[in-house]
T-cell receptor, first 112, second 109 residues
Framework: NAGVMQNPRHLVRRRGQEARLRCSPMKGHSHVYWYRQLPEEGLKFMVYLQKENIIDESGMPKERFSAEFPKEGPSILRIQQVVRGDSAAYFC??????????FGSGTRLTVV | QQQVKQSPQSLIVQKGGISIINCAYENTAFDYFPWYQQFPGKGPALLIAIRPDVSEKKEGRFTISFNKSAKQFSLHIMDSQPGDSATYFCAAIANQFYFGTGTSLTVIP
């Protein structure tokens, strides 16, 4: 079992570009969660998805951010027109139910 | 609003000592309380977890103490080792995970 796979591990984008972060959940896990972690801060919930459905996006900024978890393929967190304040580590977690999170190693986004 | 309050923000302990990290919550709907350990550059990893019908759970050197009436729970690391140096997050679950703000633990040799 390969665990939760996130890629890329590091992503550098210029202001105004788009960032696409990918997350492949563990085999058999149908629940995917995205979190953002800023330096010296905790994990902030962004969005909870199941296959083809957004269950809870209460933590997602209203603009520029979107997430999907298609029937086939990884979950994608998309940030349009990135700004310096988007620089953070973005973690994906998956679970077979609403408990038992397993986290990926994260994508560190740097906006220059 | 921070659903789970965690303290201290940072902690320095001598090797062999006891590390204690505390968390408090208000929402009585929470029914599962995990602790996560995160090393630099890595994702958080589940360390130990407890349900509210149990007052204590021990796994090796790690113990969770749970006080349901006070709505508090804590992580105790016995015989702390330099390899335990990491950031620890408590969490509480009611349909969604709510994380504390983390405690950076440094164990001095």
């Amino acid at each position: 079992n390969a665990g939760v796979m996130q890629n890329p591990r590091h992503l550098v984008r210029r202001r105004g570009q788009e960032a696409r972060l990918r997350c492949s959940p563990m085999k058999g896990h149908s629940h995917v969660y995205w979190y953002r972690q800023l330096p010296e801060e905790g994990l902030k919930f962004m969005v909870y998805l199941q296959k083809e459905n957004i269950i809870d996006e209460s933590g997602m900024p209203k603009e520029r951010f979107s997430a999907e978890f298609p029937k086939e393929g990884p979950s994608i967190l998309r940030i349009q027109q990135v700004v310096r304040g988007d620089s953070a580590a973005y973690f994906c977690a998956s679970s077979p139910d609403s408990l038992g999170y397993t986290f990926g190693s994260g994508t560190r986004l740097t906006v220059v | 609003q921070q659903q789970v309050k965690q303290s201290p923000q940072s902690l320095i302990v001598q090797k062999g000592g006891i590390s204690i990290i505390n968390c408090a919550y208000e929402n009585t709907a929470f029914d599962y309380f995990p602790w996560y350990q995160q090393f630099p550059g890595k994702g958080p990893a589940l360390l130990i977890a407890i349900r509210p019908d149990v007052s204590e759970k021990k796994e090796g050197r790690f113990t969770i103490s749970f006080n349901k009436s006070a709505k508090q729970f804590s992580l105790h690391i016995m015989d702390s080792q330099p390899g335990d140096s990491a950031t620890y997050f408590c969490a509480a679950i009611a349909n969604q995970f709510y994380f504390g703000t983390g405690t950076s633990l440094t164990v001095i040799p």
